[in-house]
């Protein structure tokens, strides 16, 4: 999930089609649709964006947190000192990716923006061992 994120990072106008491609093949909803033509419009005129390192504290932030989502079946984030996405049910990595970029239902594009961040060096990415609210392929992603 790291090297995907990376991907977007590092060669933005190049992944808009990977998101042409997710609406079409997903028969998105038009606030989908819409948010989507955004993404796209602001990868085309990104900068490529340096590569995240993998940091371990963060890693084991994120996999005691997954651990407590599992056991109370929470689905929310959590209050580490991180800028944090939530990804739920998305089997596929870039799906995911492409899920949290697009970011149709949140205002602030706050997914979007905490991979697409300039000053984010540091991320952690964590599959939850076991599903939330019935969920399975649960994943918190951590940035600073």
Do not use: W
Not at 105 to 119: E, S, V, W
């Amino acid at each position: 999930m790291i090297d995907e994120i990376n991907s977007v990072r590092t060669n933005p106008s190049g992944y808009a089609t990977y998101i042409q491609d997710y609406i079409v093949r997903t028969k998105a909803d038009k606030p989908t649709v819409a948010a989507a033509n955004e993404l796209i419009s602001v990868l085309k005129k990104l900068q490529p964006l340096g590569k995240l390192k993998f940091n371990a504290k963060m890693y084991r932030d994120a996999k005691a947190y997954g651990q407590k989502m599992v056991k109370r079946n929470l689905m929310q984030h959590s209050d580490l000192p991180y800028n944090e996405n939530l990804s739920f049910g998305i089997e596929n990595i870039r799906d995911v990716i492409v899920d949290l970029l697009i970011d149709a239902d949140i205002a602030d594009r706050g997914h979007r923006n905490n991979i697409l961040n300039p000053d984010i060096t540091l991320v952690a990415v964590n599959e939850l061992d076991g599903k939330v609210d019935g969920y399975s392929f649960c994943y918190i992603q951590e940035f600073r």
